[in-house]
C-alpha cells in the first residue's frame, strides 16, 4: 500500500504566501484539495479533479478513526502526538493553533506544541474493481428480476465475508451455491474482487477458497471492511442500517485538528469551498476573521521575514476583497513603518521595463535607467523616484539609495501646477472617507 507523503515547503503546490504553515481550517482544506496532488511518481489512482469528499469510518480502539474519500477511496489517518495544554480547540498561546509542516508528515503548532501526524494511502480495492462489478450489475435490486445480482446486494455480501475474516471465520465459499449466485453472481468481475479480498478461486471445486490469517492481514481487511461501507453508504437508501458505521467526516475532523469556529467561521458539517486555499489567506481561509489575519501576518512576519512583502500583498487584497477598515488600518499603519508589498515591488521593477521574474539586474544598471527617465522625462520625477526607493528598501542597497540623494541635490524639482480652483482629496465614492484616505496611502493593483 502506498502512502502520500506531505509535501515539503519547497514544493511548488505550496505557496511562499504561507510556507507550509496553516491555521486548523488551513490545514483542513489542504488536506482535502491539495495533500495528495505533490507526489512525485502519482499512483495509478491518483486524482487530480475532485476535492475529497471523506467519511468517517469505524475507529479502532482509541485512535481517531479513518476518513475515506467516497469518490477515490484514499484513506486519510490523522494521529495526534502529543496533546495540548488545554482543550485541542484552544491554543494557549495564540488565539488559534499554528501548524508547521515538519516534513514527511508531521503537523506541530508552533504555540502549544500539538503534533498531528498525517498520512493518505491508496485504497486496497480500487475504484476500478467496482465499476467493473457495476457493468454487469444494477445499482438496486430489480423487481422484476429478483434474482439477478445488484450492487447493493452485492456490496452486502462482500462486507460479510470480509466481516468474517476479521472474526477468524476461515470458511471456504461455494460459488454455486444458489445464494452466492443470486446476491454476487460468478463472472470476471466477482472473481477479480474476491481475489483482491484474499481468495483463491479453485476452479475443480468451484469454491473460493478462503485466505490464511495472520496479524498482518487485519489491518489490510479493516481498510477493505471501510471501503465497502463508503460503497454501501452511496446506497444508505437499499443498505439500512450498515451504513451507519460512517458518517459525514468534517464534524471530527474540524474537532482533531482543533478548529475554533468563532475565529474561522466553518459551518460544522461544511466541507471547505473551492477559494478557502490557505495560500490566499496566510494560512487560514476566506471566513477568518480580521482579528485572526492581523495576527497571522504578524506571525508570519515574525517567523519568515523575508517572505513579508507577500504577506504584507495578502493583507491587502484581503482588505479590498472584504471592504474591511480594520485591515486598511492595519496595511496603512505597515506602509507607514516602511513594508512593502509584492505587487509594489513587481510595479516599481515593471516601470524600468525589468521583468519582475528577473529582479537580479545590476545596480549600476539601474541608476542608469534611472537617470535616463529622469532626463528624458523630467515631469515624471516623482514616479521616477518612487519606483526605484522601492526597489533600494527591498535590496536594501546603500548605493541605490545614495544615488537618489546625489540626484535629489542636482535634479531641479519641477514647477509647481497651476489648479484654478482649491485642491484635496476627493471622496470617491466610498462608504467610509477613512477607507479612501487610507487606500489613497498603498499602492494598489
Not at 478548529?259 to 494560512?283: N, S
Request: charged residues 25%; glycine residues 4%; proline residues 7%.
Amino acid at each position: 500500500m502506498d502512502s502520500t507523503s506531505a509535501p515539503t515547503a519547497k514544493d511548488d503546490s505550496i505557496s511562499n504566501t504561507t510556507a507550509a504553515r496553516f491555521t486548523p481550517a488551513g490545514l483542513l482544506s489542504f488536506l482535502y484539495y491539495q495533500y495528495d496532488r505533490v507526489d512525485n511518481e502519482p499512483s495509478d489512482n491518483n486524482r487530480d479533479s475532485h476535492p475529497h469528499e471523506f467519511l468517517a469510518c469505524p475507529a479502532e480502539q482509541d485512535a481517531n478513526p479513518p476518513f475515506v474519500c467516497h469518490i477515490c477511496h484514499k484513506r486519510l489517518v490523522i494521529k495526534a502526538l502529543s496533546s495540548p495544554t488545554e482543550e485541542v480547540s484552544i491554543c494557549s498561546v495564540g488565539p488559534t493553533h499554528h501548524f508547521h509542516l515538519q516534513p514527511p508528515n508531521r503537523f506541530e503548532c508552533c504555540g502549544c506544541h500539538y503534533a498531528l501526524q498525517v498520512s493518505m494511502d491508496d485504497p486496497i480495492m480500487k475504484p476500478e474493481l467496482f465499476q467493473q462489478l457495476l457493468k454487469t450489475r444494477p445499482m438496486h435490486l430489480m423487481k422484476d428480476e429478483p434474482q439477478t445480482p445488484n450492487m447493493a446486494d452485492a456490496l452486502k455480501l462482500l462486507l460479510t465475508y470480509v466481516k468474517n475474516l476479521l472474526s477468524g471465520d476461515q470458511r471456504s465459499i461455494n460459488s454455486k451455491n444458489p445464494h452466492f449466485l443470486a446476491r454476487l453472481g460468478l463472472d470476471d468481475a466477482s472473481k477479480s474482487i474476491m481475489a483482491c479480498i484474499g481468495y483463491t478461486f479453485n476452479s475443480e471445486t468451484d469454491y473460493f477458497d478462503a485466505p490464511q490469517i495472520t496479524s498482518s492481514d487485519r489491518s489490510r481487511w479493516i481498510n477493505i471492511r471501510d471501503e465497502l461501507l463508503v460503497c454501501l453508504y452511496a446506497l444508505q437508501d437499499q443498505v439500512g442500517d450498515g451504513t451507519q458505521l460512517v458518517s459525514r467526516a468534517m464534524p471530527t475532523l474540524q474537532d482533531i485538528l482543533g478548529v475554533d469556529r468563532t475565529k474561522e467561521r466553518l459551518m460544522p458539517d461544511a466541507e471547505p469551498a473551492q477559494e478557502d486555499q490557505p495560500d490566499h489567506y496566510l494560512g487560514s481561509v476566506a471566513e477568518a476573521t480580521d482579528a485572526l489575519m492581523i495576527w497571522l501576518y504578524h506571525r508570519l512576519v515574525q517567523e519568515t521575514p523575508d517572505n513579508a512583502h507577500v504577506y504584507m500583498d495578502v493583507l491587502a487584497k484581503e482588505a479590498r476583497r472584504r471592504e474591511s477598515d480594520k485591515l486598511w488600518t492595519e496595511v496603512a499603519l505597515e506602509s507607514s513603518k516602511g513594508q512593502l508589498g509584492d505587487t509594489e515591488i513587481k510595479k516599481a521593477y515593471s516601470y524600468y521595463g525589468i521583468d519582475p521574474q528577473a529582479m537580479d539586474v545590476d545596480e549600476g544598471a539601474l541608476m542608469d535607467l534611472y537617470d535616463s527617465k529622469m532626463e528624458q522625462e523630467p515631469n515624471f520625477r516623482k514616479e521616477h523616484r518612487e519606483a526605484l526607493e522601492i526597489i533600494a528598501k527591498i535590496r536594501m542597497s546603500h548605493a541605490l539609495s545614495e544615488h537618489l540623494k546625489k540626484t535629489d541635490k542636482t535634479v531641479p524639482p519641477p514647477p509647481p501646477p497651476r489648479h484654478e480652483g482649491p485642491v484635496g482629496l476627493n471622496n470617491i465614492g466610498n462608504t467610509c472617507y477613512l477607507n479612501s484616505l487610507l487606500q489613497a496611502n498603498f499602492y494598489l493593483e
